[in-house]
């Protein structure tokens, strides 16, 4: 399933909530139809960038490679928010990050470390996404 929300930050944009696709319980078929749900956002033409989730306690999955090498092959702007750090020892968040920012290939300024619970990193994320979003100037 595709949530739609439609916003207003000066100007109207859409936000595009795609599904998850790390279930176990995801059969071939599914798995197939939410790349081609993927695909088909990716190549929309006013599609300003993707911000994507993921579990900073975890190790990129095949299928996050792959959708990693998805976005680096079409150039789409990528912010990587690393969710639930707070579940992480304070002292391994550092090499959590640098180790995450390594294998998916990405620049420090596409990866914010965050924590709901404790509001780590949430402003530096709604920087990130305002300055993704603004109109782009020549």
Known sequence: MLNV?????????YLLDLPGYGYARASHAERHAFRRLVTGALGR??????????????????DDRAIQELF???ETPVL?????SDKLPRGERVARERALR????LDADQLIVTSAREKEGIEDLRDAIAGLVQPRTA
């Not at 990587?80 to 639930?84: C, V």
């Not at 390594?102 to 290939?105: G, Y």
Request: no cysteine.
């Open 72 to 74: 680096a092959g079409r």
């Open 45 to 62: 033409p006013r599609l300003a960038g993707v911000v994507w989730l993921l579990d900073s306690r975890r190790e990129p999955s095949v």
């Open 80 to 84: 990587a928010a690393l969710t639930k």
């Open 5 to 13: 929300y439609q916003m207003s930050l000066g100007m109207s944009l």
């Open 102 to 105: 390594e294998t998916l290939t």
